[in-house]
Structure formats: structure tokens, C-alpha cells
């Protein structure tokens, strides 16, 4: 039997990703899953970003500074997997062609992966999804729907999105308005 000791050393779970920096260059790189000592580095680290730009109490400022920790750390060469993709955060942070979006990009794309690899529960039952249906619908806050782990945000956009395509397919076979004119017709009122 294996000690966990000699579990740890084998390579971490990587996943390929394609990214495109502004002005239209593209490069692959890895996106590899984190240790809970790197989560703990991320947040300490955007802390004190955030401290250091004498900004108090900016969630803004420091969900990029996550972020940005997150991504130089995560994401790797793609031809040497163990080495870092981004030089440092100050690199990620300072270039005009990463820019915010991208950050935000990668740093979702890494999340995402991490819980596509975590043991813990990706599934909601039929009465759950409901529930959560019916809290997205009626917040005006964003909350019901970020307080979903990333797996379960792309899970339950995707499932919402095919249940609309769904539902507008059965209106234009019907003879129902499609979905340009009720777009249309929304805009125009």
C-alpha cells in the first residue's frame, strides 16, 4: 500500500487551455490544480496587495489580486509543465495585453478545473436545481448564483441555457414568436 507522501509526488492534474491576448495573439498553456497551502498563499497574498495600495475594504481590488496570484500560480508552459507560464503576478497585473478579462478568464478557467478534480459533490437533485432556480430568478443580487462552487456555475448555466434553446425550438416548431422577434419586441416597449 502507497503512503500519502508518494501520492503527492506524482504530477498534479493538468488540463490544456487556449487564451487570447488582446491585439489577437493566442498561445495554449496548462492550468494545473492548486494546494490548499497555495490557496492559502493566494488570499494572504491579495490581502496584502490590497493593503499595499492603501485601498480599504476594495473587493474589487482584491478578487483581481486573487485572481492574478491564482493564474501566475496555476497556469504552466504548456512544453515544460512545471514551469510557471506568467513570469510573476507583477507581470500578469502589469501587462497591457493580459489586461483584466484575461486574468479573470484564466483565474475562472483554474477554478473550474480545481473542481472538476475535487471529490466533493458536482450534482444537485431535480428539487435542488428548482430551488436554486427559483433564488437566481428572484434576487436582484448575484449572490444565489456566485455562491455556487465553479463547477456548479458552469453546470447550472449550461443546463439553464440548453432549457431556453430548448424552449424557443419548441416555439419556432409550434409557429411561436422566435427568439429574435420577442428580443425585438422587448427592445421596442
Known amino acids: ?16 487551455a487556449d487564451v487570447e491576448f488582446l491585439g489577437g495573439k493566442t498561445d495554449k498553456l496548462l492550468i494545473r ?7 492559502a498563499e493566494i488570499a494572504a497574498w ?16 482584491y478578487e483581481l489580486a486573487s ?17 510557471p ?11 497591457a495585453i493580459v489586461g483584466r478579462d484575461r486574468i479573470v478568464y484564466l483565474g475562472e478557467l483554474q477554478l473550474h478545473w480545481q473542481d472538476q478534480c475535487s471529490p466533493s459533490r458536482l450534482r444537485m437533485s431535480e428539487v435542488e436545481f428548482a430551488q436554486r432556480l427559483h433564488q437566481i430568478a428572484g434576487s436582484d443580487q448575484p449572490d444565489p448564483f456566485v455562491s455556487l ?28 414568436p422566435s427568439a429574435s422577434t420577442s428580443t425585438s419586441t422587448e427592445a421596442t416597449q
Open 1 to 16: 500500500m502507497a503512503r500519502f507522501s508518494d501520492i503527492i509526488q506524482g504530477t498534479a492534474a493538468t488540463r490544456e
Open 33 to 39: 490544480v492548486l494546494s490548499g497551502e497555495e490557496e
Open 149 to 176: 462552487r465553479p463547477g456548479m456555475r458552469w453546470i447550472f448555466a449550461r443546463t439553464t441555457a440548453r432549457a431556453l434553446l430548448d424552449s424557443q425550438k419548441l416555439k419556432s416548431d409550434s409557429g411561436g
Open 85 to 95: 507560464y506568467f513570469e510573476s503576478v507583477e507581470q500578469l497585473l502589469g501587462s
Open 46 to 61: 491579495a490581502h496584502a496587495y490590497v493593503a499595499d495600495k492603501g485601498a480599504k475594504d476594495s473587493d474589487d481590488l
Open 67 to 83: 485572481y492574478a496570484k491564482r493564474v501566475a500560480l496555476g497556469c504552466m508552459d504548456i512544453d515544460a509543465p512545471t514551469t
